[in-house]
Protein backbone atom coordinates (compact mmCIF):
# COMPACT_ATOMS: atom_id res chain seq x y z
CA UNK A 1 0.00 0.00 0.00
CA UNK A 2 1.34 3.26 -0.73
CA UNK A 3 0.60 6.42 0.88
CA UNK A 4 0.35 10.12 -0.68
CA UNK A 5 2.28 12.67 0.85
CA UNK A 6 -0.80 14.79 1.73
CA UNK A 7 -1.56 11.46 3.98
CA UNK A 8 1.83 11.42 5.27
CA UNK A 9 3.37 13.30 8.51
CA UNK A 10 6.04 16.21 6.39
CA UNK A 11 8.48 15.60 9.48
CA UNK A 12 8.90 11.92 9.52
CA UNK A 13 7.04 10.81 6.14
CA UNK A 14 4.88 8.16 8.38
CA UNK A 15 1.75 7.54 7.33
CA UNK A 16 -0.45 10.29 9.71
CA UNK A 17 -2.44 7.61 11.69
CA UNK A 18 1.43 6.11 12.61
CA UNK A 19 3.42 9.44 13.08
CA UNK A 20 6.17 9.02 15.99
CA UNK A 21 7.53 12.33 15.88
CA UNK A 22 6.17 13.42 19.30
CA UNK A 23 8.05 10.13 20.78
CA UNK A 24 11.69 10.83 19.56
CA UNK A 25 14.56 12.00 21.24
CA UNK A 26 16.68 15.46 20.77
CA UNK A 27 20.02 14.88 21.45
CA UNK A 28 22.52 17.48 21.73
CA UNK A 29 25.77 16.86 20.02
CA UNK A 30 28.96 18.76 19.67
CA UNK A 31 29.55 16.88 16.41
CA UNK A 32 27.88 18.59 13.64
CA UNK A 33 26.63 16.08 11.37
CA UNK A 34 25.54 16.41 7.88
CA UNK A 35 23.60 14.03 5.88
CA UNK A 36 23.59 13.88 2.02
CA UNK A 37 20.42 12.41 1.09
CA UNK A 38 19.92 10.56 -2.45
CA UNK A 39 16.63 11.62 -4.05
CA UNK A 40 15.24 7.92 -4.17
CA UNK A 41 15.18 8.03 -0.51
CA UNK A 42 13.46 11.36 0.26
CA UNK A 43 10.29 11.19 2.04
CA UNK A 44 10.22 7.64 2.29
CA UNK A 45 8.63 6.44 5.59
CA UNK A 46 11.60 3.72 5.99
CA UNK A 47 14.19 5.59 5.42
CA UNK A 48 16.45 6.68 8.30
CA UNK A 49 18.06 9.15 7.46
CA UNK A 50 15.32 11.77 8.37
CA UNK A 51 14.77 10.45 11.91
CA UNK A 52 18.49 10.64 12.94
CA UNK A 53 18.61 14.80 11.68
CA UNK A 54 15.17 15.04 14.00
CA UNK A 55 16.79 13.67 16.62
CA UNK A 56 19.96 15.67 16.44
CA UNK A 57 19.96 19.76 16.03
CA UNK A 58 23.40 19.74 14.77
CA UNK A 59 22.54 18.00 12.03
CA UNK A 60 21.71 19.34 8.74
CA UNK A 61 20.26 17.33 5.47
CA UNK A 62 21.51 18.01 1.73
CA UNK A 63 19.58 16.70 -1.20
CA UNK A 64 21.39 15.10 -4.02
CA UNK A 65 20.48 14.14 -7.30
CA UNK A 66 16.97 16.07 -7.34
CA UNK A 67 16.18 18.05 -10.42
CA UNK A 68 14.62 20.95 -8.70
CA UNK A 69 17.09 21.36 -6.00
CA UNK A 70 21.02 21.50 -6.68
CA UNK A 71 23.51 19.62 -4.11
CA UNK A 72 24.96 22.80 -2.01
CA UNK A 73 28.67 21.59 -1.89
CA UNK A 74 29.59 25.03 -1.24
CA UNK A 75 27.55 24.82 1.96
CA UNK A 76 28.45 21.50 3.11
CA UNK A 77 32.28 22.66 2.88
CA UNK A 78 31.48 26.06 4.72
CA UNK A 79 30.53 23.85 7.92
CA UNK A 80 32.64 24.66 10.50
CA UNK A 81 34.93 21.54 12.28
CA UNK A 82 37.39 18.85 10.83
CA UNK A 83 35.66 16.68 8.42
CA UNK A 84 35.14 12.95 8.35
CA UNK A 85 33.22 11.42 5.17
CA UNK A 86 31.89 8.15 6.36
CA UNK A 87 31.86 5.40 4.08
CA UNK A 88 33.55 1.94 4.19
CA UNK A 89 35.85 2.19 1.45
CA UNK A 90 39.03 -0.38 1.53
CA UNK A 91 41.88 2.37 1.96
CA UNK A 92 38.85 3.97 4.90
CA UNK A 93 40.42 4.68 8.54
CA UNK A 94 38.73 2.82 10.83
CA UNK A 95 36.78 5.29 13.60
CA UNK A 96 37.43 3.80 16.53
CA UNK A 97 38.19 5.64 19.83
CA UNK A 98 42.41 6.37 19.53
CA UNK A 99 41.66 7.71 16.39
CA UNK A 100 38.45 9.83 16.68
CA UNK A 101 40.59 11.24 20.34
CA UNK A 102 43.25 12.49 18.18
CA UNK A 103 41.55 14.78 15.72
CA UNK A 104 40.91 18.14 17.23
CA UNK A 105 37.17 19.20 18.21
CA UNK A 106 34.65 20.26 16.80
CA UNK A 107 34.15 16.83 13.91
CA UNK A 108 32.14 17.13 11.43
CA UNK A 109 30.37 13.84 9.99
CA UNK A 110 29.59 13.76 7.11
CA UNK A 111 27.14 10.57 5.83
CA UNK A 112 26.05 9.86 2.47
CA UNK A 113 22.61 8.08 2.78
CA UNK A 114 21.08 6.03 -0.06
CA UNK A 115 21.54 2.17 -1.32
CA UNK A 116 25.11 0.99 -1.34
CA UNK A 117 25.75 1.34 -5.13
CA UNK A 118 24.09 4.91 -4.75
CA UNK A 119 25.99 5.67 -1.63
CA UNK A 120 29.48 4.83 -3.30
CA UNK A 121 28.41 6.58 -6.54
CA UNK A 122 27.90 9.88 -4.23
CA UNK A 123 31.83 10.04 -3.60
CA UNK A 124 32.70 9.25 -6.86
CA UNK A 125 30.71 11.47 -8.53
CA UNK A 126 31.35 14.56 -6.51
CA UNK A 127 35.01 15.28 -6.71
CA UNK A 128 35.42 17.75 -3.40
CA UNK A 129 34.78 14.89 -1.39
CA UNK A 130 37.72 13.28 -2.14
CA UNK A 131 39.76 15.80 -0.59
CA UNK A 132 37.81 14.71 3.10
CA UNK A 133 39.79 12.20 5.36
CA UNK A 134 37.35 9.31 4.54
CA UNK A 135 37.01 7.04 7.90
CA UNK A 136 34.95 3.78 8.25
CA UNK A 137 32.94 1.75 11.34
CA UNK A 138 34.78 -1.00 13.65
CA UNK A 139 32.49 -4.15 13.11
CA UNK A 140 29.53 -3.93 14.90
CA UNK A 141 27.68 -6.80 14.92
CA UNK A 142 24.24 -7.38 12.79
CA UNK A 143 21.85 -4.43 12.11
CA UNK A 144 18.47 -4.06 14.08
CA UNK A 145 16.74 -2.37 11.28
CA UNK A 146 14.60 -4.56 10.03
CA UNK A 147 12.75 -2.50 7.60
CA UNK A 148 14.38 -3.24 4.67
CA UNK A 149 16.66 -6.54 3.70
CA UNK A 150 20.80 -5.91 3.55
CA UNK A 151 22.59 -7.49 1.50
CA UNK A 152 25.32 -8.52 4.04
CA UNK A 153 24.68 -8.60 8.05
CA UNK A 154 27.53 -6.31 8.85
CA UNK A 155 25.38 -3.58 6.71
CA UNK A 156 24.10 -1.03 8.77
CA UNK A 157 21.30 1.62 8.26
CA UNK A 158 22.11 5.18 7.49
CA UNK A 159 20.81 5.94 11.57
CA UNK A 160 23.16 3.41 13.02
CA UNK A 161 26.19 4.15 11.30
CA UNK A 162 25.57 7.83 12.79
CA UNK A 163 24.83 6.21 16.02
CA UNK A 164 27.62 4.19 15.93
CA UNK A 165 30.48 6.46 14.80
CA UNK A 166 28.81 9.54 17.32
CA UNK A 167 29.29 6.95 19.88
CA UNK A 168 32.96 6.60 18.68
CA UNK A 169 33.12 10.15 18.76
CA UNK A 170 31.09 11.53 21.91
CA UNK A 171 30.23 8.36 24.05
CA UNK A 172 27.52 5.50 24.56
CA UNK A 173 25.05 7.35 25.51
CA UNK A 174 24.27 9.31 22.34
CA UNK A 175 24.50 5.93 20.78
CA UNK A 176 22.27 4.48 22.73
CA UNK A 177 19.57 7.24 22.11
CA UNK A 178 19.75 7.30 18.77
CA UNK A 179 19.05 3.32 18.77
CA UNK A 180 16.37 4.04 20.66
CA UNK A 181 15.24 6.18 17.82
CA UNK A 182 15.32 3.51 15.10
CA UNK A 183 13.50 1.00 17.52
CA UNK A 184 10.54 3.98 18.09
CA UNK A 185 10.72 3.96 13.61
CA UNK A 186 10.91 0.22 13.16
CA UNK A 187 8.20 -0.56 15.67
CA UNK A 188 5.43 1.47 14.59
CA UNK A 189 6.47 1.25 11.11
CA UNK A 190 6.84 -2.57 11.13
CA UNK A 191 3.65 -3.17 13.09
CA UNK A 192 1.39 -1.96 10.71
CA UNK A 193 2.98 -2.81 7.29
CA UNK A 194 3.36 -6.90 7.94
CA UNK A 195 5.35 -7.02 4.32
CA UNK A 196 8.47 -5.79 6.76
CA UNK A 197 8.02 -8.62 9.09
CA UNK A 198 11.75 -10.23 9.41
CA UNK A 199 12.79 -13.32 7.76
CA UNK A 200 14.17 -14.94 10.53
CA UNK A 201 10.61 -14.88 12.09
Same mark, same amino acid.
Not at 43 to 53: D, F, I, P, Q, Y
Not at 103 to 122: E, F, N, T
Not at 138 to 156: D, F, I, M, N, T
Given at each position: ???????????????????????????????????????????????????????????????????????????????????????????????????????? %???????????????????????????? %?????????????????????????????????? *???? *?????? *??????????? %????? %?????????
Amino acid at each position: MRFTPEKCCPRCHAPRALCYCALLPVIDSDTRVSIIVHRSEFCRATATANTAHLCLPNSRVFPYGRAEESFDMEALLSIPGNALYLFPEPYAETLDVTLATAIP %RPIHLIVPDGSWAQAKRIHRRVPALHAI %RIVQLPPQGVSRYQLRYAHEEHQLCTLEAIAAAL *GVIE *GAAIQQ *GLQGALEIQVE %RMKGK %RPRFTNRAE
